[in-house]
């Protein structure tokens, strides 16, 4: 009812670079993060990159007495990285690992390897009922020529339809973590306009923080100065989003980012910039929900553009299967070409000097690890190739239903 006191939720999100014997200052930084942390009343946090299980453990002892409730989401081959905090009891979690991550073959970006994944975690404050989903999306690593585009668009895609499918109980909805995309972006604007998530940022009554909301700024000791070479301010890639599901009304009150050095440190707690808002709960007298009906225009073109940046990611998935089937046909032609000579000189039809034994066997050891590479190869892009055209499809029917939805009222 309108009247009812209203409830202020304080959130912290943060992606801590703690990856263990890679991150600089590591065991430094985490310990930095938890004195913060213990210092402020948040009520949530909500940590990406927290890769070391340790690190983790260690900061649920430090906050075990003002965050008495954790969860950690583990995922992929080093796990997630994504963590909650939370002063309130957490009733359920559940986890989504994106079908699409990168590639194994690229070691030196490693995000295959690591399960990017949703987290999500139900809590209920005043009986209010929260859900609360923080993730990590594909690093871009390239502007100009980004190959993950397609795979970071999938999970921009997943990530909104994990949303819509599973917060329809919920009162109020919150996402935080590090998207890897500018606010500009198709992927941003995807996630946004499917889910009707608002951006903390852009609605922020007051802000304080970093220039235009940057969180990976050139001044931080930690980034790569040249990869920010275009943008002299920074950019800005971790989110708190947030809206209503029920009667409920949300306002961000504040928003602020660090910046820089942890106070009296020479070190910044990250090389991202930790987001922190102040938001304004209060039910209203009626239930706001948006449906397709109700859609943004302009959601059409989103959704038509995404689905064109998919479709080029599934032709270079293609082109990418024939090339790795076909190499593993040749190395199949050659072993058999090896095969019916060993035969033959075993029949003894060989007529002069026979070939090396030694060459034969090292020949013939090129030709299975070729095999076995380009099969791998093969049946990953095959996969990838079936997830990008699932994704496709799904939105080929998103937007039937859109352009459908104005000629239903």
Same mark, same amino acid.
């Given at each position: 009812m309108e009247g009812d006191p209203a409830l202020r939720l304080r959130v912290f999100d943060l992606n801590c670079w703690a990856i263990r014997y890679l991150s600089k200052r590591r065991q430094e930084r985490i310990r930095l993060i938890g004195?913060?942390?213990?210092?402020?009343?948040?009520?949530?946090? *909500? @940590?990406?990159?927290?890769?070391?299980? !340790? $690190?983790?453990?260690?900061?649920?002892?430090?906050?075990g007495g003002c965050y008495p409730f954790s969860h950690y989401f583990r995922s992929g081959v080093i796990g997630s990285g994504l963590c909650v905090f939370s002063r309130f009891p957490i009733l359920d979690t559940l986890l989504y690992q994106y079908s699409l991550n990168g590639y194994p073959y690229m070691l030196q970006h490693g995000d295959w390897f690591c399960g990017k994944s949703v987290g999500l975690v139900i809590?209920?404050?005043?009986?209010?009922?929260?859900n609360i989903y923080v993730t990590h999306l594909h690093a871009e690593y390239c502007r100009e020529k980004d190959a993950y585009l397609p795979h970071r668009l999938v999970q921009a895609w997943e990530l909104a339809q994990f949303i819509r499918?599973?917060?329809?109980?919920?009162?109020?909805?919150?996402?935080?973590?590090?998207?890897?995309?500018?606010p500009e972006d198709v992927g941003?604007? *995807? @996630?946004?306009?499917?889910?009707?998530? !608002? $951006?903390?940022?852009?609605?922020?009554?007051?802000?304080?923080?970093?220039?235009?909301g940057c969180t990976l700024v050139p001044n931080n000791c930690f980034t790569d100065k040249s990869e920010l070479l275009p943008f002299p301010l920074g950019i800005r890639i971790d989110y708190i989003l947030y809206k209503?599901?029920?009667?409920?009304?949300?306002?961000?009150?504040e928003l602020k980012t660090t910046t820089g050095a942890a106070p009296g440190m020479d070190v910044p707690f990250s090389d991202h910039e930790a987001v922190m808002a102040t938001l304004h709960i209060q039910r209203q007298g009626q239930a706001a929900g948006a449906t397709l009906a109700t859609a943004e225009p302009m959601l059409v073109d989103v959704v038509t553009e995404a689905r064109t940046e998919v479709a080029v990611g599934l032709r270079a998935a293609q082109r990418q299967r024939?090339?790795?089937?076909?190499?593993?046909?040749?190395?199949l032609l050659l072993l058999l070409l090896q095969a019916v000579a060993a035969l033959g000189a075993l029949a003894?039809?060989?007529?002069?000097?026979?070939?090396?034994?030694?060459?034969?066997?090292?020949?013939?050891?090129l030709a299975i690890g070729i095999l076995l590479l380009a099969t791998g190869l093969h049946l990953f892009h095959t996969m990838e190739v079936k997830m990008l055209h699932s994704t496709e499809?799904?939105?080929?029917?998103?937007?039937?239903?859109?352009?459908?939805?104005?000629s239903d009222g």
């Amino acid at each position: 009812m309108e009247g009812d006191p209203a409830l202020r939720l304080r959130v912290f999100d943060l992606n801590c670079w703690a990856i263990r014997y890679l991150s600089k200052r590591r065991q430094e930084r985490i310990r930095l993060i938890g004195d913060m942390l213990r210092q402020e009343d948040f009520d949530l946090v *909500l @940590l990406q990159e927290v890769w070391s299980e !340790r $690190d983790y453990s260690d900061l649920k002892v430090k906050l075990g007495g003002c965050y008495p409730f954790s969860h950690y989401f583990r995922s992929g081959v080093i796990g997630s990285g994504l963590c909650v905090f939370s002063r309130f009891p957490i009733l359920d979690t559940l986890l989504y690992q994106y079908s699409l991550n990168g590639y194994p073959y690229m070691l030196q970006h490693g995000d295959w390897f690591c399960g990017k994944s949703v987290g999500l975690v139900i809590i209920t404050i005043s009986g209010i009922i929260f859900n609360i989903y923080v993730t990590h999306l594909h690093a871009e690593y390239c502007r100009e020529k980004d190959a993950y585009l397609p795979h970071r668009l999938v999970q921009a895609w997943e990530l909104a339809q994990f949303i819509r499918h599973t917060s329809k109980a919920a009162d109020v909805v919150l996402l935080g973590g590090d998207l890897n995309m500018h606010p500009e972006d198709v992927g941003i604007r *995807l @996630l946004r306009g499917w889910t009707g998530l !608002r $951006d903390a940022f852009a609605e922020a009554t007051h802000f304080e923080g970093c220039e235009d909301g940057c969180t990976l700024v050139p001044n931080n000791c930690f980034t790569d100065k040249s990869e920010l070479l275009p943008f002299p301010l920074g950019i800005r890639i971790d989110y708190i989003l947030y809206k209503a599901i029920s009667s409920f009304m949300v306002k961000c009150e504040e928003l602020k980012t660090t910046t820089g050095a942890a106070p009296g440190m020479d070190v910044p707690f990250s090389d991202h910039e930790a987001v922190m808002a102040t938001l304004h709960i209060q039910r209203q007298g009626q239930a706001a929900g948006a449906t397709l009906a109700t859609a943004e225009p302009m959601l059409v073109d989103v959704v038509t553009e995404a689905r064109t940046e998919v479709a080029v990611g599934l032709r270079a998935a293609q082109r990418q299967r024939y090339s790795s089937g076909r190499m593993a046909l040749l190395a199949l032609l050659l072993l058999l070409l090896q095969a019916v000579a060993a035969l033959g000189a075993l029949a003894g039809l060989d007529a002069g000097q026979p070939f090396p034994k030694l060459s034969f066997c090292l020949l013939a050891c090129l030709a299975i690890g070729i095999l076995l590479l380009a099969t791998g190869l093969h049946l990953f892009h095959t996969m990838e190739v079936k997830m990008l055209h699932s994704t496709e499809e799904q939105m080929r029917m998103v937007l039937r239903t859109l352009q459908e939805c104005p000629s239903d009222g």
